[in-house]
Structure formats: structure tokens, C-alpha cells
């Protein structure tokens, strides 16, 4: 039964901050340029070394399945560590790809996360403090890098394309 708790948590976690997502973030971030737009989430994602701590004995228990555990932990550091590089390298150009590198880096991990812990058998009390991450973090994560993609597929920045033009048009 505590793994149905567990599941229905993650699910109301998923429609609360879904809507949170649609009244408040997205509509912030839709009239920003990109880079702007992309800053915010990236910041949220730099907190991403909080994974680390499925690591720490006695936050989790030392039950917790060692495949899911370092799988979840250092996948993380990974993608904490790619957001902060490309909040320094934006607007720039090699600041976009970062955001693309981050940003799928950073899903596929959360996806791997759920899949090593249903593979390796993980139990929602084996998560001991760090029940909160799958349960609240994550489902934002995961919505968070749904608007990363839109604003990365969609948004365009007003200022680089006025520039690309000046370049193509020849001064008389």
C-alpha cells in the first residue's frame, strides 16, 4: 500500500506543478528573449546536487539499491553542473548548445531515475529523507525541462535576429 502512496504522491505532485507551470512560470517566461526565458530554470536546475544525498547513509536507507542510488546521484551532479556552465556561457551561441546538452542530459537522467528504481525493485521507504525528491522535486524538474525545450524550439531571441539580418543586408 505504501508504494500506492508513493505513486499517487508523484501524480499530484505532477498536476500541482503542472498548473503552478501553466498560471505562473510559463506565461512569466513566453515574453522573455531566450536566454532571459532559459535563466530561471536553469538556476532551479543548478540545485540539482541534492541528488547526492541518495548517497548519504542514514538520510536513505542502506537498503536503498546501490544501481538506482548512484545512477540518480551522479546523473545529477552531472546535470547541476551542465545548467550552471550554461547560465555562465549564455546568450552566447555555445551557451544554447550547453542548454540543448543540459537539457536532454538532464531529462534522460530523471527518466533513468524512475526506470533503475522500478528495475532494481526500489521501495518508497528506502528513500528515507529523500522521499521528497521523486515525490515534489522531480515532477517539477521534469515540467521545467518541458518549457526549456519550447522556449529552445520556439522562442526566438528579438535582438539576435535583428543582428543576423544587419549582417546579411549590405550598408549603402
Same mark, same amino acid.
Given at each position: 500500500? +505504501?508504494? *500506492?502512496?508513493? $505513486?499517487?504522491? /508523484?501524480?499530484?505532485?505532477? /498536476?500541482?506543478?503542472? /498548473?503552478?507551470?501553466?498560471r505562473y512560470i510559463w506565461p512569466e *517566461? #513566453?515574453? #522573455?528573449? #531566450? !536566454?532571459?526565458?532559459?535563466r530561471p530554470l536553469l538556476?532551479?536546475?543548478?540545485? #540539482? $546536487?541534492?541528488?547526492?544525498?541518495? *548517497?548519504? %547513509?542514514?538520510?536513505? +536507507?542502506p537498503d536503498l539499491p546501490a544501481s538506482f542510488a548512484h545512477s540518480a546521484a551522479y546523473g545529477d551532479i552531472v546535470a547541476a553542473a551542465l545548467a550552471l556552465l550554461s547560465l555562465v556561457l549564455l546568450p552566447r551561441a555555445a551557451g544554447l548548445v550547453l542548454v540543448w546538452i543540459f537539457n536532454v542530459w538532464g531529462s534522460i537522467?530523471?527518466?533513468? !531515475?524512475?526506470y533503475q528504481g522500478n528495475n532494481a525493485g526500489l521501495l518508497a521507504g528506502q528513500l528515507g529523507a529523500t522521499y521528497v525528491i521523486p515525490t515534489l522535486i522531480v515532477p517539477?524538474?521534469?515540467? @521545467?525541462?518541458g518549457l526549456a525545450f519550447r522556449i529552445l524550439?520556439?522562442?526566438?531571441?528579438? %535582438? !539576435?535576429?535583428q543582428e543576423s539580418r544587419?549582417?546579411? @543586408?549590405?550598408t549603402l
Open positions: 500500500m +505504501s508504494q *500506492l502512496y508513493f $505513486f499517487v504522491s /508523484i501524480a499530484f505532485s505532477f /498536476i500541482a506543478w503542472g /498548473i503552478v507551470a501553466a *517566461l #513566453r515574453s #522573455r528573449q #531566450r !536566454a532571459e526565458a532559459l538556476i532551479l536546475h543548478s540545485f #540539482r $546536487f541534492m541528488g547526492l544525498a541518495f *548517497l548519504v %547513509p542514514g538520510v536513505v +536507507s537522467d530523471l527518466l533513468n !531515475a524512475f517539477l524538474l521534469l515540467i @521545467t525541462h524550439l520556439q522562442h526566438q531571441n528579438e %535582438p !539576435a535576429m544587419q549582417m546579411l @543586408t549590405p
